[in-house]
């Protein structure tokens, strides 16, 4: 029962207002490392939809630059 | 009728009068290309998540447009890459008509 109540659940498929969308970066933003990488969804939980579009949403998010390819974690900011 | 969003970026130290110019153009390639626009959108201007010639901030401008005209997205990209002005752009297809519901208001208030 106490691994049962530890099973991550995807968070677009549990609140369905929320769309996967390059514009929200903000939401974006909790699914990539302080590096700026894409978390796996064996971590964060997504399922294999919303992850597919997470990722592609992601991308886009980093070709118009609301969100970093990469980011130098050793380098101090702001 | 095939929808489309194309979100860009401007140089933010061009004069007001400049961006307004700009805009316009914009706008006047749209309608040159038998683009019809749905939605504009100006989200200021906003720290860029990496440096684009050098500028670390950019004006975005989001425009929802919709249009016959299958070449457009090709035309409208090419000049805006000529654009002196433009740092980024990107269109987008978008799989139904948008809302006019405000991105900027839901998901994007400046900081």
């Known amino acids: 029962m106490a691994l049962l109540s530890k099973r991550k659940i995807c968070k677009f498929c549990e609140n369905h207002e929320e769309k996967v969308d390059y514009k929200n970066y903000k939401v974006l933003r909790r699914f990539v490392t302080e590096q700026g990488k894409i978390i796996p969804s064996r971590i964060t939980g997504t399922c294999s939809r919303h992850q597919r579009e997470l990722t592609k949403a992601i991308k886009r998010a980093r070709n118009i630059a609301l969100l970093p390819y990469s980011y130098d974690v050793t380098q101090s900011y702001k | ?111």
């Open chain 2, 1 to 111: 009728m095939r929808y489309y969003e194309t979100l860009f970026v401007v140089n933010p130290n061009i004069e007001q009068e400049k961006f307004m110019q700009l805009i316009q153009a914009v706008k006047g390639e749209i309608a040159r290309l038998n683009g019809a626009i749905l939605n504009f959108e100006d989200w200021g201007k906003r720290r860029l998540a990496y440096p684009i010639k050098k500028h670390r901030y950019g004006s975005y401008i989001l425009i929802q447009l919709e249009s016959e005209n299958i070449s457009l997205v090709k035309e409208l990209e090419g000049w805006m890459r000529l654009n002196q002005g433009i740092l980024a752009y990107m269109t987008v297809v978008l799989d139904e008509k948008p809302t006019d519901q405000s991105v900027v208001a839901s998901q994007v208030a400046p900081e």
